[in-house]
């Protein structure tokens, strides 16, 4: 997987040396505006929104928005919103659709664990890791994002992809933000309640604020539901905060009448665990996107 990366990395590069107006700033889309396009020589491609006000001569953080299993990019950058979030504090949604075909939409490929469809991903399914890998390569080839200001998001199957990548690829992403699917690693063969800790090991600490609905019936906070899901959103976030090393928490607060927060600081290298559940909601995005943004300014990949 990281040789793949690597290959886009000199290929993203190879054309950046290669293409003049590249050397002036980011020459893709439009600004203000959301337009799909390619993803270099990937054959894929997805939405790209480039905020308001968006200089092309200054690289801008990057959020990958990720969809929830069956959905596209499109639909998921219409109904989260984070458009308007993006154009309010100048970062770039980069929002792509996932590598498996199902109906009229795509899933993501985690391995090990079964899709909504009850298949478990193979060979011959799309690497995703290395294809969002290679996105951040050829964005920051093309001089549009800072490659050290780079988070991802994403909805119930695409939230799951992000802790996934939180997981796997801790040294592309400066912070993460699941909706309705926090995970901390594959259920535990052997005891599905818990996390399986060869499946996640992250190789430096991640920021982590997830978002949920303790009304949730298709991820439950609870534990339980599909075999991809199985152990409660407690323990994924203290699984998180002991791969961070944090000292302090949890500790719960009412951030207002619908919503509480429990929360993990004190953690290695500045990074915070925090999961924020709103009282009464189900499977839907949960996430306050100015609380996103907020807590995804504060962290940078060193």
């Known amino acids: 997987?990281?040789?793949?990366?690597?290959?886009?990395?000199?290929?993203?590069?190879?054309?950046?040396?290669?293409?003049?107006?590249?050397?002036?700033?980011?020459?893709?889309?439009?600004?203000?505006?959301?337009?799909?396009?390619?993803?270099?020589?990937?054959?894929?491609?997805?939405?790209?929104?480039?905020?308001?006000?968006?200089?092309?001569?200054?690289?801008?953080?990057?959020?990958?928005?990720?969809?929830?299993?069956?959905?596209?990019?499109?639909?998921?950058?219409?109904?989260?919103?984070?458009?308007?979030?993006?154009?309010?504090?100048?970062?770039?949604?980069?929002?792509?659709?996932?590598?498996?075909?199902?109906?009229?939409?795509?899933?993501?490929?985690?391995?090990?664990?079964?899709?909504?469809?009850?298949?478990?991903?193979?060979?011959?399914?799309a690497d995703d890791v290395t294809f969002l890998e290679g996105a951040i390569d050829w964005l920051a080839a093309n001089r549009c994002i800072d490659p050290s200001r780079v988070y991802a998001t994403g909805l119930s199957g695409g939230g799951r992809m992000t802790s996934w990548l939180g997981c796997v690829a801790a040294d592309r992403f400066a912070a993460i933000a699941p909706v309705v699917g926090l995970r901390a690693g594959n259920p535990l063969a052997g005891d599905k309640r818990v996390p399986d800790p060869a499946t996640c090991q992250p190789s430096r600490p991640m920021p982590v604020i997830a978002f949920a609905g303790d009304a949730d019936r298709t991820n439950p906070i609870q534990g339980g539901g599909a075999g991809y899901w199985q152990y409660t959103m407690a323990t994924a976030l203290t699984r998180w905060s002991d791969l961070d090393a944090c000292r302090v928490g949890p500790v719960q607060r009412d951030l207002d009448p619908k919503t509480y927060e429990v929360r993990y600081s004190g953690c290695r290298a500045g990074a915070e665990v925090i999961g924020r559940i709103t009282r009464g909601a189900g499977h839907v995005w949960t996430a306050d996107n100015d609380a996103m943004w907020a807590f995804f300014a504060k962290h940078r990949r060193r």
């Open 1 to 125: 997987m990281r040789r793949q990366s690597l290959g886009f990395a000199m290929a993203a590069l190879a054309a950046l040396w290669s293409a003049p107006a590249a050397a002036k700033g980011c020459s893709l889309g439009a600004v203000g505006q959301t337009v799909r396009i390619s993803i270099g020589d990937t054959g894929r491609s997805a939405m790209l929104h480039l905020p308001t006000g968006f200089s092309r001569g200054r690289a801008a953080p990057l959020v990958m928005l990720l969809h929830g299993s069956g959905g596209t990019g499109a639909g998921m950058l219409e109904s989260s919103k984070l458009a308007s979030a993006a154009d309010g504090h100048g970062f770039i949604v980069l929002a792509p659709d996932a590598g498996i075909p199902v109906q009229k939409g795509f899933v993501w490929n985690i391995p090990g664990v079964p899709s909504v469809t009850g298949k478990m991903p193979g060979a011959e399914d």
